[in-house]
């Protein structure tokens, strides 16, 4: 269903940029129509020529470790995702249904790209931009070629954010209720895409307030919540993983003040390593001649400043800000065509910057050595014969892989199934291997447990292939059990003890599998553990096991509860400590099954 509904919206929006400059075209006349074809074909070879690089590019680069987790996103398609909704999947099943290969992953995302380049030049035309400088700018922008071939959901968030543009700046000169129920979609598909579309959203209405005064305005925000409503209800159903990984997970850094320096460097760096700086220059310092210029120069400047600010908390990745360089380009180009500027410089600068890139992109289908070793780059090397020789000893069997999701997600691409598992102990962070039901399936089966460290009891195959991927041990673990998805929630979330206190806390077990689920030991090959365990900043540094009495419980039922007592001993030492419950079963580091109980040691 998630599928079918996510095609009928790009499928109704996606042919209306063409309808309507097809429409710009007819009401031309024949020597006009000339002119505009002969102001075109520049950037319709260059197009051309962008498309057939990030198609040689797709074609030829391994997947990144997320690609290869997105890719698993569309064979477990959902209305959502642990911390992403779901539109990058849909782009990516659509190309996977026509070819299950690299190029067929990042098939829409590349085709994509060149339409919303396209979509950009037709929204400038009206400002009479110089062909040549869109060319040289567009070109230049080092994150636009990152998401010209890279399928994540920056590259379908990019897309959506251009086409409101697209449908926005023919709505401020008509008040349509058919642009308005465009614009609707558009909003949606945005906000599928990646939550920092209402960003976009945001900053559009803070530029024109006058919007508030339109009937149609707010049939489109009715509109594109009742889109998203099927993802707010997910959500819900899952306790709301996007919100609680986004405002608690991922903001915990604290500050430092590297955060804001690396931030800045890293825009400039993204921006083109040459001309950055004099696209954001001539970016704000264009003079603002209609809503539309107004509407860019807010959301450019509102987006580089939100993100800035964020890293007086986190360190923020430097594509967040992705959205942010399709106004910063436009007002750029504008700028150079107010002022008419063409310095002979800076045609030669920006051809520079441009085989800067595209050197480094050819270097990269090359697959030269020096770039294997580094650790972003070696991700694109090597895992389509390392899944091969893992798939050559597990068989049809389930590989799993400890405290990582990239790997596993690889695994499933280069062997065409969903077998790799990633276990998410409790000294990593929850992933979405722990939300979808592959842990029930690998339940008493004979697994195969493949680590980059030698496990003694375990390893006994030794896989190293001739890539990046490193060498790997692996080894086959008998009528296998885990407990990840177990619910233990503590009846209090705060606690103040003396030093070495015996205390009782009682702890709800609920049991979230779709079968009976049982902690007894007896005639178990590999036996259970659960324990406390105690995080002073953030290393475990105490873990306590529960009385032998938990693994008398009864058997628990689908979506049933028990309870427990679990008596511990606050650490000796005083201090701030995180206490959790973990369920752990041999040979693996145990799970984070509850949430965090703020224990004070005084």
């Given at each position: ?9 790009i499928s109704f929006i996606i042919p209306l940029p063409i309808q309507f400059s097809t429409l710009l075209m007819q009401h031309s006349t024949s020597n006009n129509t000339q002119a505009l074809v002969k102001y075109n074909r520049p950037v319709i070879y260059f197009l051309l020529l962008w498309t057939a690089l990030n198609i040689l590019q797709a074609a030829t680069l391994e997947l990144h470790a997320d690609e290869a987790y997105y890719w698993v996103f569309s064979r477990m398609m959902d209305w959502g995702f642990y911390y992403h909704p779901p539109m990058v999947a849909v782009f990516i099943r659509i190309g996977d249904t026509l070819m299950h290969n690299e190029l067929g992953t990042r098939l829409i995302t590349l085709l994509s790209s060149s339409a919303a380049m396209y979509m950009v030049w037709v929204m400038l035309q009206r400002y009479a931009v110089s062909a040549k400088w869109f060319i040289l700018f567009m070109a230049g922008i080092l994150v636009f070629h990152v998401y010209g071939f890279t399928a994540t959901p920056d590259a379908p968030l990019l897309f959506f954010a251009v086409l409101f543009y697209f449908f926005y700046q023919q709505y401020l000169d008509q008040d349509s209720w058919i642009l308005a129920l ?421």
């Amino acid at each position: 269903m998630m599928i079918t509904f996510a095609l009928c919206l790009i499928s109704f929006i996606i042919p209306l940029p063409i309808q309507f400059s097809t429409l710009l075209m007819q009401h031309s006349t024949s020597n006009n129509t000339q002119a505009l074809v002969k102001y075109n074909r520049p950037v319709i070879y260059f197009l051309l020529l962008w498309t057939a690089l990030n198609i040689l590019q797709a074609a030829t680069l391994e997947l990144h470790a997320d690609e290869a987790y997105y890719w698993v996103f569309s064979r477990m398609m959902d209305w959502g995702f642990y911390y992403h909704p779901p539109m990058v999947a849909v782009f990516i099943r659509i190309g996977d249904t026509l070819m299950h290969n690299e190029l067929g992953t990042r098939l829409i995302t590349l085709l994509s790209s060149s339409a919303a380049m396209y979509m950009v030049w037709v929204m400038l035309q009206r400002y009479a931009v110089s062909a040549k400088w869109f060319i040289l700018f567009m070109a230049g922008i080092l994150v636009f070629h990152v998401y010209g071939f890279t399928a994540t959901p920056d590259a379908p968030l990019l897309f959506f954010a251009v086409l409101f543009y697209f449908f926005y700046q023919q709505y401020l000169d008509q008040d349509s209720w058919i642009l308005a129920l465009i614009l609707g979609v558009v909003v949606a598909c945005l906000m599928y895409s990646k939550y920092h579309g209402i960003l976009l959203v945001g900053f559009t209405l803070l530029s024109n307030l006058k919007l508030l005064k339109r009937g149609s305005f707010y049939f489109i925000a009715v509109l594109a919540f009742a889109l998203f409503v099927p993802h707010i209800i997910w959500q819900y159903h899952h306790n709301f993983p996007a919100v609680n990984f986004n405002l608690f997970e991922r903001s915990g850094g604290g500050f430092d003040i590297t955060y804001g320096f690396t931030y800045l460097l890293t825009q400039l760096l993204i921006g083109g390593p040459l001309i950055s700086w004099f696209i954001f220059y001539k970016a704000f310092t264009s003079k603002i001649k209609d809503a539309f210029m107004r509407c860019l120069m807010v959301n450019a400047a509102g987006v580089f400043i939100f993100f800035y600010l964020n890293t007086l908390k986190v360190n923020v990745q430097p594509h967040y800000t992705l959205i942010a360089f399709v106004p910063l380009l436009m007002l750029a180009l504008i700028n150079l065509k107010q002022k008419a500027y063409n310095p002979a410089w800076l045609y030669r600068l920006a051809v520079l910057n441009i085989v800067l890139i595209v050197g480094f992109r050819l270097c990269l289908v090359a697959g030269f050595s020096f770039l294997k070793q580094n650790g972003q780059l070696a991700s694109y090397y090597g895992f389509r014969d390392w899944a091969k020789a893992v798939h050559a000893k597990a068989g049809n069997h389930y590989v799993i892989m400890k405290d990582e999701y990239q790997n596993p997600s690889k695994y499933c691409f280069y062997t065409n199934s969903l077998k790799g598992f990633g276990y998410d102990s409790r000294y990593y962070r929850t992933t979405q291997f722990d939300m979808w039901p592959f842990e029930d399936s690998l339940q008493h089966t004979d697994v195969y447990y493949l680590t980059q460290n030698k496990i003694s009891s375990i390893s006994v195959d030794s896989i190293n292939t001739s890539g990046t991927a490193g060498k790997w041990y692996g080894g086959w673990v008998k009528d296998a059990r885990t407990y990840q998805k177990v619910i233990c929630q503590p009846a209090i979330n705060n606690m103040t003890l003396a030093p070495g206190q015996q205390q009782g806390i009682d702890v709800a077990i609920t049991n979230p599998y779709p079968f009976v689920i049982n902690f007894s030991n007896k005639d178990a090959i590999n036996k259970l553990t659960v324990e406390a365990c105690f995080f002073l900043g953030p290393d475990i540094v105490e873990i306590q096991p529960a009385k032998d009495d938990i693994y008398n419980l009864p058997p628990i039922k689908p979506g049933e509860q028990v309870h427990y007592n679990f008596t511990f001993k606050a650490p000796l030492k005083r201090g701030s400590y995180a206490l959790f419950f973990s369920w752990r079963t041999d040979p693996f580091a145990g799970s984070r099954n509850s949430g965090f109980v703020n224990l004070t040691v005084k």
